[in-house]
């Protein structure tokens, strides 16, 4: 049995944008767990498609209870090979990946078609499958949910990494990360307590002097 993905995403740039996004992707605030990549085959055939092949890198963490499946020296990167084609006649990329090692716990296979969007030519939609294998005996099951449920977190990943090579190519500011966000409201937390405290000690040292002036006075 093989799990199943099927997507669809939109990018609001250019099909041209995306294609030149897509080349530059790495690294981004959310690719961390991409390593490495290697263009390691391309030609332009004769009809002026660009076909390419990349060897790509990745950090590959399994679950505690697979773990305990394999020895602890088996690698925990995974090495992702990546076929494009891209028609610019007709403003199409399509890409294929699948890993080539740690195929006997799982196998993750991707087909994506980048196209100009039907409703707005300005836009760039994305149609995405998966399916996901494994040949372990016993908790191959397991492993498919466990695997189609990363490869949806790792999908939210690349959006927004595309998202941010994009606003950074076209001169934008890139969107903030969750990390930066919550790096920048700690400080300002830390501004506006520093203030409070500082203005709590001028109040205080206000009230001081005025009681003493009462004091003298009474005296």
Not at 187 to 216: F, H, N, V
């Amino acid at each position: 049995m093989v799990k199943y993905f099927l997507g669809q995403s939109v990018l609001r740039s250019s099909w041209d944008q995306v294609f030149a996004a897509f080349w530059q992707r790495y690294p981004n605030p959310y690719s961390k767990h991409v390593l490495t990549e290697d263009i390691v085959h391309r030609e332009v055939t004769p009809d002026q498609k660009l076909l390419s092949r990349r060897l790509l890198t990745k950090t590959n963490r399994m679950p505690r209870w697979a773990e305990r499946l394999f020895p602890a020296n088996v690698a925990h990167s995974v090495y992702i090979l990546e076929d494009s084609i891209v028609d610019p006649q007709n403003q199409t990329m399509t890409t294929f990946t699948w890993n080539i090692n740690h195929a006997r716990l799982m196998v993750v296979e991707e087909r994506c078609v980048y196209c100009v969007n039907s409703d707005n030519s300005g836009w760039t939609e994305i149609r995405r499958e998966a399916w996901v294998s494994s040949s372990l005996f016993g908790v191959s099951r397991a492993v498919q949910e466990f695997g189609l449920a990363r490869f949806k977190s790792n999908v939210t990943k690349t959006m927004k990494g595309f998202e941010y090579i994009l606003a950074k190519l076209q001169g934008e500011a890139p969107s903030k990360t969750l990390v930066e966000t919550a790096k920048e409201a700690k400080e300002k937390a830390k501004e506006t307590a520093l203030a409070a405290t500082e203005k709590a000690k001028d109040l205080a040292s206000k009230a001081a002097s005025k009681q003493q002036q009462q004091r003298q006075h009474f005296v």
